[in-house]
């Protein structure tokens, strides 16, 4: 099964609100990344977090990592119809390779 | 080029027809990943490159499915005796770990459809 798993599946707010999307994993961490992917094509990175940090800022993207319960969250502040898109966690193992495995995504639709 | 380059962008073929896709990564990057993704679903592992180290083609759903890089640097994934089921976008990315992170940067993709 995938190593992360975001929730919620889908997600579908108003303009100008908060947006927080959740990502479960499995397994010990490296790090852990999100994507976002825009109508099916390729993935953008957005932000990293390391396993010994436990928030990110980025702009309008806050990142928080809880280790003990194995699960990150990805805030976007203050929304925008062009951030409409899917948004993916990805990990990379502790001590593994550097694959990334990715979950499904959640796919948010900001609405004008 | 700048970024991650595939090709074709979009592929029909007939079942049961070879394949052949093309990634073109970032200059100097030494990893290669493949993914797959079926519509409206997340990314599925295929197989991962890094330098000279042998390949971990642990994703690879089955024999069908094969994948070299040359040289290090450009790479094939070659998908024999087409499927309907293998009908997916094909998403190549390349990474330098150890300088960025491990982040990794997409191509668009290869959108391939078997009919």
């Known amino acids: 099964s995938q190593q992360g798993e975001e929730d919620p599946q889908a997600l579908s707010i108003q303009e100008g609100e908060n947006a927080t999307m959740n990502c479960s994993y499995k397994?010990?961490?490296?790090?852990l990344q999100w994507y976002r992917q825009n109508s099916g094509r390729g993935l953008v990175h957005l932000i990293l977090?390391?396993?010994?940090?436990r928030e990110k800022h980025s702009g309008r993207l806050r990142v928080t990592l809880d280790t003990s319960k194995k699960s990150s969250s990805l805030l976007i502040t203050a929304s925008r119809a062009a951030d409409t898109a899917s948004y993916f966690c990805?990990?990379?193992?502790?001590?593994?390779?550097?694959?990334?495995?990715f979950g499904k995504g959640t796919k948010l639709t900001v609405n004008p | 080029g700048a970024g991650v380059s595939q090709s074709p962008s979009n592929k029909v073929t007939e079942k049961g027809k070879d394949v052949e896709l093309r990634c073109d990564p970032i200059?100097?990057?030494?990893?290669l990943y493949w993914y797959r993704q079926s519509l409206g679903q997340g990314l599925e592992f295929l197989i991962y490159?890094?330098?000279?180290?042998?390949?971990?083609k642990s994703g690879l759903p089955s024999d069908r499915f094969s994948a070299e890089r040359t040289g290090g640097s450009v790479s094939t994934l070659t998908i024999q005796r087409t499927q309907q089921e293998d009908s997916a976008v094909y998403l190549c990315?390349?990474?330098?770990?150890?300088?960025?992170?491990?982040?990794?940067?997409f191509g668009e993709g290869s959108w391939l459809t078997v009919v």
């Open positions: 990315a390349s990474s330098s770990p150890g300088l960025s992170g491990n982040t990794i940067y």
């Open positions: 397994t010990s961490i490296n790090n």
């Open positions: 200059s100097g990057h030494t990893a």
């Open positions: 990805a990990t990379g193992a502790q001590g593994g390779s550097e694959k990334l495995v």
């Open positions: 977090i390391r396993s010994n940090e």
């Open positions: 490159f890094q330098g000279n180290s042998a390949p971990d």
